[in-house]
């Protein structure tokens, strides 16, 4: 994706939400960046930034809730399908907008929202359990995508069409 200014994410926020405190940008490599995601340093809330199928760009909240379980298990992240092996992974959820705070949505997705790291084999830790013989584009598609898919459902795209 195309470099982000801390005036241009602010601005891709709804308004209304409160604006999240962006963090310092100057060593983000953004050609192999997908979406703009970054954790709260308390750790409850993440967001994320990514620009849309007609050059907008939209940002979302999202309150993250990391499992404690230590038993080791797999688990894949929804949005690019990378397979963690135990705590690699946190549930990231979002009110629906429009639902009087009723409808909650979620995915369990990379922890560090760095899907984009992941599909590119770009994190030190374990590659994906899972090997997928899918070709780059197709899994930057395919990310993009749920992410898309995720926004709609929680009501974040009002003016966009779904396509
Ligand atoms: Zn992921």
Redesign the pocket.
């Known amino acids: 994706m195309d470099a982000l200014t801390p005036e241009e994410i602010r601005a891709a926020f709804s308004v209304g939400e409160r604006t999240p405190v962006v963090p310092n940008l100057a060593r983000v490599d953004w050609g192999v960046l997908d979406y703009f995601g970054w954790i709260h340093p308390a750790g409850f809330q993440g967001y994320l930034v990514i620009p849309l199928a007609n050059g907008q760009l939209r940002g979302i909240t999202l309150r993250r809730t990391q499992a404690t379980s230590g038993r080791p298990r797999y688990e894949m992240?929804?949005?690019?399908?990378?397979v963690h092996r135990t705590n690699g992974?946190a549930m990231f959820s979002v009110t629906v907008k429009e639902t009087d705070e009723r409808v909650t949505i979620g995915n369990l997705?990379?922890r560090n929202?760095?899907?984009s790291l992941?599909?590119r084999n770009l994190c030190s830790d374990p590659p994906s359990y899972m090997n997928e013989t899918l070709d780059l584009e197709r899994k930057v598609e395919r990310?993009r995508n749920a992410i898309y898919q995720f926004m709609y459902r929680a009501n974040a795209l009002p003016d966009v069409e779904q396509s």
């Not at 992240?77 to 990378?82: E, F, K, L, S």
């Open positions: 992240c929804a949005w690019c399908h990378h992974t997705m990379c929202l760095d899907c992941r599909i990310l």
